[in-house]
């Protein structure tokens, strides 16, 4: 874990556990914080003369950014260049620094698609983001990252850069001339304001009679967060719900497993943070199907008195695996649709307090009841199960398998010829 700085398994046998040693450990002392990581100078210049060589770039930021917020938007000012995000990411800036454009790829939105592909040279700092069909494909890209072996990994690369992103980009502001010209920076600006007022919208619970829709929900528990919350993200479409209509202050966090094909884990993980800090606020967005995989850790959090939220979006089914499928022109299958119990009455069956809202003008009153209660809490949300996620582009050839998916879901529902 120290050494690959990610997830690691220690198994420890019940003999070894119960035992006893007579010196100190002195391996514990080795676990400080890692050092940075500086470039080759050598590096560095080319990379100025690459940036030197185009006119407008675009800079997508990684959490291996984590430190190094004063010197990207000195970098973002030098060469009027907007400053993208991946997911994890996010948190770092505050939501309305007008440096901080977006995400790329589902989770984002068109301003930050539209920034990488309309930049002359796209600088990937502390980011190893997987999804490739985001990224530009002629390797226009200089990518820095500590680890040598994500290089090249995900875009044809013209430079990688073997170093920590602070000390790479002090030495790179130290090369690189003022720009003047913002038209490149104006018109990605211009359309994140557009793309926010789209957002809005989405957001707003009065957009339709009697149905809440989830943006709805993620946009009023932002609202009201404790600007120091950590938000939880379990996998899914409540990873899009939270991660794009939520507005962090610059102090708030985002935790997730930030993987596919890892539903359930949310409630673990926002327990983990919580009983690190039981005075820190810590919102969990979940699916249904997510909360009830794991439904015995919201146990956990009962009875170690982990004050978590957990919001519980319930549309009654797998919805994102139900888009997965009409997006290559299936129709849905058999179980992907499920009954739901009442989380709200689950929650206080199991000594915690739950929450439920049905109609959007219950949002409000009931979000702030939900994050001023004590302990643990579950706000049980139904919301629109047909809402879908805001794509930033949308090919012919997505549009087309979704519409004969649609088609042939209504001859599986007509009724039978006699």
Same mark, same amino acid.
């Given at each position: 874990?120290?050494?690959?700085?990610?997830?690691?398994?220690?198994?420890?046998?019940?003999?070894?556990?119960?035992?006893?040693?007579?010196?100190?450990?002195?391996?514990?002392?080795?676990?400080?914080?890692?050092?940075?990581?500086?470039?080759?100078?050598?590096?560095?210049?080319?990379?100025?003369?690459?940036?030197?060589?185009?006119?407008?770039?675009?800079?997508?930021?990684?959490?291996?950014?984590?430190?190094?917020?004063?010197?990207?938007?000195?970098?973002?000012?030098?060469?009027?260049?907007?400053?993208?995000?991946?997911?994890?990411?996010?948190?770092?800036?505050?939501?309305?620094?007008?440096?901080?454009?977006?995400?790329?790829?589902?989770?984002?939105?068109?301003?930050?698609?539209?920034?990488?592909?309309?930049?002359?040279?796209?600088?990937?700092?502390?980011?190893?983001?997987?999804?490739?069909?985001?990224?530009?494909?002629?390797?226009?890209?200089?990518?820095?990252?500590?680890?040598?072996?994500?290089?090249?990994?995900?875009?044809?690369t013209r430079l990688g850069i073997v170093g920590s992103v602070k000390p790479t980009l002090r030495a790179l502001l130290e090369r690189l001339a003022g720009?003047?010209?913002?038209?490149?920076?104006?018109?990605?600006?211009?359309?994140?304001?557009?793309?926010?007022?789209?957002?809005?919208?989405?957001?707003?619970? /009065?957009?339709?009679?009697?149905?809440? *829709? =989830?943006?709805? !929900? #993620?946009?009023? %528990?932002?609202?009201?967060? +404790? @600007? $120091?919350?950590?938000?939880?993200?379990?996998?899914?479409?409540?990873?899009?719900?939270?991660?794009?209509?939520?507005?962090?202050?610059?102090?708030?966090?985002?935790?997730?497993?930030?993987?596919?094909?890892?539903?359930?884990?949310?409630?673990?993980?926002?327990?983990?943070?919580?009983?690190?800090?039981?005075?820190?606020?810590?919102?969990?967005?979940?699916?249904?199907?997510?909360?009830?995989?794991?439904?015995?850790?919201?146990?956990?959090?009962?009875?170690?008195?982990?004050?978590?939220?957990?919001?519980?979006?319930?549309?009654?089914?797998?919805?994102?695996?139900?888009?997965?499928?009409?997006?290559?022109?299936?129709?849905?299958?058999?179980?992907?649709?499920?009954?739901?119990?009442?989380?709200?009455?689950?929650?206080?069956?199991?000594? /915690?307090?739950?929450?439920?809202?049905? *109609? =959007?003008?219950? !949002? #409000?009153?009931? %979000?702030?009841?939900?994050? +001023? @209660? $004590?302990?643990?809490?579950?706000?049980?949300?139904?919301?629109?199960?047909?809402?879908?996620?805001?794509?930033?582009?949308?090919?012919?050839?997505?549009?087309?398998?979704?519409?004969?998916?649609?088609?042939?879901?209504?001859?599986?529902?007509?009724?039978?010829?006699?």
């Amino acid at each position: 874990a120290y050494g690959a700085r990610g997830v690691a398994h220690v198994n420890i046998p019940q003999d070894v556990i119960g035992g006893a040693v007579s010196a100190p450990t002195p391996s514990v002392a080795t676990l400080r914080p890692r050092p940075e990581v500086a470039p080759s100078p050598g590096d560095v210049e080319e990379a100025a003369r690459l940036i030197a060589e185009v006119r407008t770039v675009a800079v997508l930021c990684g959490t291996g950014c984590r430190g190094s917020e004063a010197e990207l938007i000195a970098l973002s000012d030098r060469l009027c260049a907007p400053l993208l995000h991946t997911f994890r990411a996010q948190d770092m800036l505050p939501y309305d620094d007008p440096h901080w454009i977006g995400g790329v790829g589902l989770i984002g939105g068109q301003p930050g698609v539209d920034a990488v592909k309309g930049a002359d040279l796209l600088l990937m700092l502390g980011t190893d983001y997987p999804y490739s069909e985001w990224l530009p494909q002629d390797g226009n890209v200089v990518q820095v990252d500590e680890r040598a072996t994500v290089l090249g990994r995900r875009a044809a690369t013209r430079l990688g850069i073997v170093g920590s992103v602070k000390p790479t980009l002090r030495a790179l502001l130290e090369r690189l001339a003022g720009r003047s010209d913002t038209t490149f920076f104006d018109k990605v600006s211009a359309d994140r304001r557009r793309w926010n007022a789209m957002l809005d919208a989405k957001a707003d619970p /009065a957009r339709s009679a009697g149905k809440i *829709h =989830p943006q709805a !929900i #993620a946009r009023a %528990v932002s609202d009201r967060a +404790a @600007a $120091d919350a950590v938000f939880v993200t379990d996998t899914g479409l409540a990873t899009l719900w939270a991660a794009n209509w939520t507005r962090p202050s610059g102090r708030q966090r985002f935790v997730g497993s930030f993987n596919n094909q890892s539903v359930g884990t949310g409630m673990g993980l926002a327990n983990g943070v919580q009983a690190l800090d039981r005075s820190r606020q810590v919102i969990l967005h979940v699916g249904d199907g997510g909360f009830l995989m794991l439904l015995g850790e919201f146990m956990t959090a009962v009875g170690h008195g982990l004050p978590v939220k957990v919001v519980v979006y319930d549309n009654g089914a797998w919805g994102l695996v139900k888009l997965e499928m009409e997006e290559i022109g299936n129709p849905i299958a058999p179980g992907a649709d499920f009954r739901n119990p009442d989380f709200a009455a689950l929650a206080r069956a199991s000594g /915690a307090q739950g929450f439920t809202v049905r *109609h =959007p003008d219950e !949002i #409000a009153t009931t %979000v702030d009841a939900f994050l +001023a @209660a $004590d302990g643990p809490a579950i706000l049980h949300a139904y919301i629109a199960a047909d809402e879908l996620p805001v794509l930033p582009h949308i090919d012919w050839d997505m549009a087309a398998k979704y519409g004969l998916a649609k088609v042939r879901e209504l001859f599986a529902k007509a009724p039978a010829a006699t």
